[in-house]
């Protein structure tokens, strides 16, 4: 299994090729949306070269949950997650910083959990497993 600075590498070195950025703006915390630019398009072919360069499956939905924020969810209530879509996404998403949107649960905010290190941290578990 590689290490955490490995894992850290490749998944800087997969988001430099998928969005075109500099990898000195490819930190543990960058965020994918806010600092590196990323559209809803990008996500899919980040999923694409995660599985080439870890060789592994990640079926769709697993790193990046879709529909949560869907105002027929059941999870969203006047613009804010409900606590019964915190623990939703607690349970969607185990390597994410949940605790963090749960301070300010603003729909808006969902974007601030894809970051560098929720994909490391993702990726260890994956390839634990």
Not at 47 to 68: M, Q, S, T, W, Y
Request: net charge negative; hydrophobic share 45%; charged share 30%.
């Amino acid at each position: 299994m590689p290490s955490e600075e490995e894992i850290l590498s490749k998944v800087q070195e997969t988001l430099i090729d998928a969005l075109g950025v500099d990898d000195d703006e490819v930190g543990p915390e960058a965020t994918l949306v806010g600092d590196l630019g990323a559209e809803s398009i990008d996500f899919l072919d980040i999923v694409f070269r995660l599985e080439k360069a870890f060789d592994v499956k990640i079926p769709r939905g697993e790193l990046f949950p879709e529909n949560l924020a869907a105002s027929d969810s059941g999870f969203v209530e006047d613009g804010m997650i409900t606590p019964a879509g915190i623990e939703e996404l607690r349970a969607k998403m185990p390597h994410a910083d949940i605790d963090k949107l749960a301070q300010d649960p603003k729909v808006e905010n969902i974007q601030d959990l894809f970051t560098v290190g929720m994909i490391c941290k993702f990726m260890e578990k994956k390839l634990a497993s």
